[in-house]
C-alpha cells in the first residue's frame, strides 16, 4: 500500500506546473486590487469610477515600465508583454465607455442624481432627510419630463433603437442602485424613513414607467426586461471570461420570432481595439473576407459530399437529409456518452494528446432546459456537457426542430468540441497550469482550441461517411458565418434580423436555431469578438501546427499549448518558437496567408 502511495505521488509530482514567471505574483496582485477597486466603484457609468480606473491603469502601466524586461524569463517576458496589452487595453476601453455613454446622455439627463446618493452613502457621509427627500421628488418629475420629450420626437426623429435600448440596461441598472440606497437607510434612519416613503415611490414607478418606454416602444422589443446586470452599462467589450459564459434566457418560451433582438454594435474604433487586445493584426473587413473564403471552400467541400450521396451539387438537399438521422427522444444522452468515449479512443490510438486520468473520469451530463434552448439551441460544455433536446412542454414544430438541429452526424462534430480534446480538458489544465494567467483569457484561444479539434479531426480522417463530413462541415460553415455575421453587425452593416436569415439561407439552420444563435450572440454577455473567435483562433492554432511539424510530436505540441493557459495565440507561439521578444512587441503574424 505504501509503494502504492509512493508512486502515485511520484506520478503527481511529475506533472505539476514548474513554469516559474516574475510577473506571476504581481499579476495576481493586480487581479485581486481591480476586484476591490470595482467592488468600491460599482456603477460603470460614473466619472468617478472611470477616473479612479484609469488612475489605477496608469499606476500599474508605469509599475511594468520600470522593470528590466531582458533580466526575465521566457515566461517573465511573455507575462510582460501580456501584462502591458492588457493595460492598454483597459485604458482605451475607458475612452470607448465614455464615448458609448455620451450618445445615451441625452436620454436620460437625471442619472448624476442616481449616481450621487449611491457614492455619497459609499463615502459614508450623512444624508439631510428632508433635503434629499426633495430632491428626489425633482428626480421624479425630471423622469417624466426626459420620457415626455423622448416621446415627442418618436415621429420626427426617434434615438436609434441600439441607443434606447442600452440606455434601457443602463437605467435598469441604476433602478436597482436607487432601491439599493433606499433599503440602506429605510427603517434603519426614523428621519430618512419618514420623509422618504412616497418620494421614492414616485422616483421608482417613473423610472419603471421610463424603462418600459425605451425598452418596448422605442426599441421595439417585447417581453421583460433582462435581468439586472450590476451599477451601469455591462455587455460592452472586454474579454469572454469562462468556457461557457453564462447568457440570459428571454421571459417567454413561446415561439419566438428574434423580433426583439436589438444587441450593441461598437462601431469600428471598438472592434480594432478589441482586435489590438487580442493581438489579431487584421481589419474587421478582412477578417469577414478570409471568412467568405473559407466559406467558399467549405461550400466545395459540401457538394463532394452531396455527391457521394447521390444528390449532386444540391447540398441543401444532402443537408435536410443528415438532419433527418436523429435518435428518438430519450435516446440523446446515450448518444452524447457513445460519441464522447468514440472521440477518446480516437485520440489515444492516434497518441494526439495527453489525457489525466481525472478528467477523463470527471465529466458529466446534464440536460437542458426550454427556456435555456431559446438562446443555447445546441450543446455547451466543459467539464458538465449541457444537452439541448426536446421535451414535453415544447410545440411540436420546437421538437422537432430540437431534433434536426441536434441530429447524430451534427452532434458527433460538436461532442468532442465540448469535451476531450475540446473545452473539458481545457478547463481541466487550465485550472492546473499558469492559473493567473486567467486575466488574460481570450476566446481565440478558449474558443479557438476546439474549433481547432475540428480542423484535426476532418484532417485525420475522423469522419467516416459522407453524412459524417456533411455534419463536421456545417459547423465549419457556422463558424464561418459567425465571423460574417457578428463583425458586420457591430460594423452596423448587417441587424439581427438578416443575421438570422443568413444562417437559415446560407448555413441551412433550423429557424429557430438561429434566433437562438443571434440572440445569444448578442445578448450582452460575449465580448464582440467572441463569435469570430472560434474559426480564427483555430486557424491561428492550425498555421502554428504546420509551423512547428516535424519539430514537436503532435502529442508534445498540444500538451503544450494547454500548459500555456488562454492566452492570445501568438503570444504561445512566441514560446513554442522560442522567439526573442522586446519590450515593445507589436503584433505582426498574418496567421491566414
Known amino acids: 500500500m505504501f509503494v502504492f502511495l509512493l ?4 506520478a503527481i509530482a511529475d506533472d505539476l506546473d514548474r513554469s516559474n514567471s516574475e510577473l506571476a505574483a504581481p499579476i495576481e496582485r493586480f487581479i485581486s486590487d481591480r476586484a476591490t ?4 466603484y460599482p456603477i460603470d457609468i460614473s466619472e468617478t469610477r472611470r477616473k479612479r480606473l484609469a488612475q489605477f491603469y496608469r499606476e500599474w502601466s508605469e509599475n511594468v515600465s520600470q522593470m528590466n524586461f531582458d533580466a526575465l524569463s521566457g515566461d517573465g517576458r511573455i507575462d510582460y508583454v501580456l501584462f502591458r496589452n492588457h493595460l492598454q487595453h483597459e485604458v482605451r476601453q475607458l475612452d470607448l465607455d465614455a464615448r458609448a455613454y455620451q450618445e445615451e446622455a441625452p436620454l436620460m439627463p437625471f442619472v448624476g442624481t442616481i449616481v450621487g446618493f449611491e457614492e455619497s452613502r459609499r463615502r459614508m457621509e450623512p444624508v439631510d432627510a428632508a433635503k434629499t427627500a426633495a430632491t428626489v421628488n425633482a428626480l421624479a418629475k425630471q423622469i417624466d419630463d426626459a420620457r415626455k420629450k423622448v416621446e415627442s420626437t418618436l ?24 432601491r439599493r440606497w433606499y433599503e440602506f437607510y429605510n427603517g434603519y434612519d426614523p428621519l430618512f424613513t419618514w420623509w422618504m416613503a412616497e418620494p421614492y415611490k414616485s422616483a421608482d414607478t417613473a423610472l419603471d414607467t421610463y424603462i418600459k418606454f425605451l425598452h418596448e416602444r422605442v426599441a421595439g422589443v417585447r417581453g421583460a426586461m433582462p ?30 420570432n428574434g423580433d426583439d433582438i436589438i444587441g450593441n454594435p461598437i462601431g ?46 444540391d447540398w441543401h438537399k444532402a443537408l435536410e437529409h443528415v438532419k433527418t438521422l436523429y435518435v428518438e427522444p430519450g435516446k440523446q444522452p446515450d448518444l452524447i456518452r457513445d460519441l464522447a468515449n468514440e472521440a477518446i479512443a480516437f485520440l489515444d490510438k492516434n497518441d494526439l494528446i495527453t489525457i ?11 440536460m437542458m432546459s426550454p427556456a435555456r434552448q431559446l438562446v443555447n439551441p445546441f450543446f455547451t ?13 415544447m410545440s411540436e414544430e420546437q421538437k422537432l426542430m430540437s431534433m434536426r438541429g441536434n441530429n447524430i452526424h451534427f452532434s458527433r462534430a460538436t461532442v468532442f468540441h465540448e469535451l476531450i480534446p475540446g473545452h473539458e480538458l481545457q478547463g481541466f489544465i487550465a485550472s492546473r497550469y499558469r492559473p493567473y494567467r486567467r486575466v488574460f483569457n481570450t476566446p481565440f484561444i478558449v474558443e479557438g482550441w476546439s474549433l481547432y479539434w475540428e480542423m484535426l479531426m476532418w484532417d485525420l480522417g475522423f469522419a467516416r461517411s459522407p453524412e459524417d463530413r456533411i455534419g463536421m462541415l456545417f459547423w465549419r460553415m457556422h463558424r464561418c458565418a459567425r465571423i460574417i455575421f457578428s463583425l458586420s453587425f457591430h460594423l452596423e452593416k448587417m441587424t439581427p434580423q438578416e443575421c438570422i436569415d443568413f444562417l437559415v439561407n446560407r448555413v441551412g439552420h433550423e429557424r429557430d436555431n438561429a434566433i437562438g444563435e443571434v440572440r445569444r450572440s448578442f445578448a450582452g454577455d460575449y465580448s464582440p469578438l467572441y463569435q469570430a473567435a472560434y474559426l480564427l483562433g483555430g486557424m491561428q492554432i ?23 493557459n488562454s492566452i492570445p495565440v501568438e503570444m504561445i507561439r512566441a514560446d513554442l518558437t522560442k522567439q526573442m521578444l522586446t519590450a515593445d512587441f507589436k503584433t505582426s503574424w498574418k496567421f491566414a496567408n
Open 7 to 10: 508512486l502515485s505521488t511520484l
Open 381 to 393: 460544455g466543459g467539464e458538465v456537457i449541457s444537452v439541448s433536446y426536446p421535451t414535453n412542454t
Open 227 to 256: 435581468a439586472e446586470t450590476g451599477g451601469g452599462r455591462g455587455g460592452r467589450g472586454g474579454r469572454g471570461g469562462a468556457i461557457t459564459p453564462p447568457t440570459p434566457v428571454p421571459a417567454r418560451v413561446a415561439a419566438d
Open 37 to 40: 477597486l470595482t467592488r468600491t
Open 356 to 366: 489525466p486520468p481525472l478528467a477523463r473520469e470527471t465529466w458529466r451530463m446534464e
Open 155 to 178: 415621429r420626427s426623429v426617434p434615438p436609434k433603437k441600439t441607443v434606447a435600448n442600452h440606455a434601457a440596461v443602463t437605467l435598469n441598472n441604476l433602478r436597482g442602485t436607487l
Open 268 to 313: 469600428r474604433d471598438g472592434l480594432m481595439n478589441e482586435l489590438a487586445n487580442e493581438m489579431i493584426p487584421y481589419t474587421p473587413e478582412e477578417l469577414i473576407a478570409i471568412a467568405n473564403k473559407e466559406f467558399a471552400w467549405c461550400e466545395d467541400q459540401m457538394k463532394r459530399a452531396s455527391r457521394d450521396l447521390g444528390y449532386g451539387d
Open 542 to 564: 492550425y498555421a502554428l501546427h504546420k509551423e512547428l511539424a516535424g519539430k514537436m510530436t503532435d502529442r508534445a505540441f498540444h500538451d503544450a499549448i494547454l500548459q500555456e
